[in-house]
């Protein structure tokens, strides 16, 4: 397996472990801060999407897919709203993502090893985000960490484990 078709596998197995935490959660649930102050599912879920969207381009794809309602309530550094109807619905982000990721794996399949050793489109960040092979490391490594963000939020609502 080479780099390429091991990014493409590893976005996969992140989705598959997000999607199986979401299928029981309506609601409540999906606007539930851990302790008051954590980032709730909605939030999570448009945070992926907007991460997704920001490293694709910096590694150099033509994503274009937007989000229903507003991109900069998932940015980083956001506010997290405790109002549901301040964020799009939980299917109209998981289309999103959906569409998104369907972007995101057709431009993978066109990149090549040697093209993760090229400069980010954008800005560079020294000794974190340098090439485009930092953003696919980044892009991989950032879902499972939100990922376990709602797996807190499951198991606070007394939900049972989920598995993918």
């Known amino acids: 397996m080479n780099a390429v078709a091991l990014i493409g596998s590893a976005l996969k197995l992140n989705r598959n472990l ?38 694709s381009q910096m590694a150099g794809l033509k994503t274009t897919s937007l989000p229903p309602g507003n991109l900069d309530a998932f940015a980083l550094g956001s506010e997290v709203r405790d109002d549901a109807t301040a964020y799009p619905a939980k299917e109209s982000l998981l289309a999103w993502l959906a569409a998104l ?13 040697a093209e993760l050793d090229l400069p980010i489109v954008g800005e ?38 989920a598995t993918a």
Request: hydrophobic share 40%.
């Open 18 to 55: 997000t999607l199986s935490l979401l299928k029981d959660l309506t609601g409540h649930d999906l606007v539930y801060r851990p302790g008051g102050v954590g980032n709730h599912v909605l939030w999570n879920l448009g945070h992926i999407g907007w991460s997704e969207l920001s490293l």
């Open 101 to 113: 990721r369907g972007q995101v794996l057709a431009g993978l399949a066109n990149v090549t090893d």
């Open 124 to 161: 560079v960040r020294p000794g974190f985000l340098e090439t485009r092979g930092d953003a696919w490391r980044l892009m991989i490594a950032h879902e499972p960490m939100h990922a376990g963000q709602i797996s807190v939020i499951r198991r606070e609502l007394g939900k049972a484990r």
